[in-house]
């Protein structure tokens, strides 16, 4: 069992950074890929980045790829994702999750436990 807390969001204009953390409970946090999605309104959830379990591989979506930056802390059971050069369309509810399954990265099935989300909202 692992639970999720993820921080870091908020109110942030055109051009800014955010930092969000998601920290996990548990003692197997390193055996876990994560994985970072996001979900604004009327849309399906959607990949933003991911991490292999030794945070060896990383993974992102076409969109923030330059721009954002998935890392962890094994001691800390802390996964990280650094946003910067934000726009408008990268408001949304960000959840990080822990893969447990076999499966594409870049698909919200093999996920297996998710955080409550945190806002970031990214203003013109």
């Known amino acids: 069992q692992v639970q999720l807390v993820e921080s870091g969001g908020g109110l942030v204009q055109a051009g800014g950074s955010l930092r969000l953390s998601c920290a996990a409970s548990?003692?197997?946090?390193?055996?876990?890929?994560m994985g970072w999605f996001c979900q604004a309104p009327g849309k399906e959830r959607e990949f933003v980045a991911a991490i292999s379990w030794s945070g060896g591989s990383t993974y992102y979506a076409d969109s923030v790829k330059g721009r954002f930056t998935i890392s962890r802390d094994n001691a800390k059971n802390t996964v990280y994702l650094q946003m910067n050069s934000l726009k408008p369309e990268d408001t949304a509810v960000y959840y990080c999750?822990?893969?447990?399954?076999?499966?594409?990265?870049?698909?919200?099935?093999?996920?297996?436990?998710w955080g409550q989300g945190t806002q970031v909202t990214v203003s013109s």
């Open positions: 548990g003692r197997t946090f390193s055996s876990y890929a």
């Open positions: 999750a822990a893969r447990d399954y076999s499966g594409s990265y870049y698909l919200p099935g093999p996920y297996r436990y």
